[in-house]
Structures are given as C-alpha cells and as structure tokens.
C-alpha cells in the first residue's frame, strides 16, 4: 500500500485517474461498506457540558449529513470539542493576562495555548472538520458543456 492517503472509490472514478477492474471495484465497495459504520446511536458523551453536548450535536448531524461520521467517531468529535472549549478559555486567559506583569506565567498559558491549538487542528482534519480535509471526500464536477474541439469555443 503506498504512503498516500486513501480516497473512496466514487473520488477515485470521479477524477478518472485510475483504471480498476470490475472485480476491483466490486471488491473495493465492499471494503468502503464494511468501513463506513452505523450511525444509529450518536449521542454527545455525558462528560460534556450542556453548551458542548448542544455543540456536539449540531456538528455530528451536519457530518451525519455529508456521511463522514460514524458511531465510532463519537469519542473523537466529544475530544475535539473539549479540547476547543479549553482553547478558548485559554484564549480569554492570556488576553487578560499583561506579560509585564507576570512574564512566567504568561508564557506558560502561552505554551498551553498553542499545545490545545494544534491539538484542536489535528483533531478538526481527522473529523473531516476542515476545508482541505473535505475536499478530499468531494468528487470533482463534470463539465458536461465542453466543446467538442478546440477551434468550437471560437465560434
């Protein structure tokens, strides 16, 4: 298997990259369908606040809507919303906080800050949260108007 990511198959015969065989394709559907998991019990986890749980469940029925969240991916989507309700805590924290006045402690809430950051950013990719991360998923257009040569767009 190579380094790359892998992309669903509609992806992949979107971009009309790669030739597979009918045995491929009827063997990689299978794979993607035994990968994609139920949706049939997404609820927040009960160590979220009741803002997080209301927050957890608008972003799990909009990743519901474009079928990239499972109930497998409950944990992961509850962490990354933690982890962005300490981030912004943190935020407010090192606003109020003069680097004058106490250089130590604002460098250390300075430290945690880009720790729950990058955290938070590592977490929004994998959940599919992300523009670029989405973009992978999407199948390219077709441009059914194009012209039969090259001299026709002239005319």
């Known amino acids: 298997m190579s380094g ?15 030739h597979l065989t009918k045995n ?11 990968l994609k998991g139920n949706t049939d019990n997404i609820v927040a986890p009960s160590y979220l606040t009741k803002s ?15 079928q990239i969240f499972s109930n497998l991916d409950v944990d992961a989507l ?21 680097p004058k006045d106490d250089f130590k402690e604002y460098a250390q809430i300075q430290r945690s800050k880009n720790l729950l950051f990058n955290e938070c950013r590592s977490s929004a990719g994998d959940l599919g949260l992300t523009i670029t991360s ?11 108007e194009k012209p039969k040569s090259k001299w026709e767009k002239f005319k």
């Open 4 to 18: 790359k990511n892998r992309q669903p198959l509609s992806v992949i015969q979107g971009k009309g990259r790669k």
């Open 24 to 34: 491929e394709i009827k063997e990689r559907e299978e794979q993607e369908a035994a």
């Open 52 to 66: 997080q749980k209301e927050e957890f469940d608008q972003i799990a029925n909009e990743l519901v809507r474009l």
């Open 78 to 98: 509850a962490r990354y919303i933690d982890s962005r309700d300490q981030y912004i805590k943190i935020v407010r924290l090192l606003r109020s906080t003069k």
């Open 134 to 144: 989405r973009l992978k998923l999407v199948l390219p257009k077709t441009d059914d």
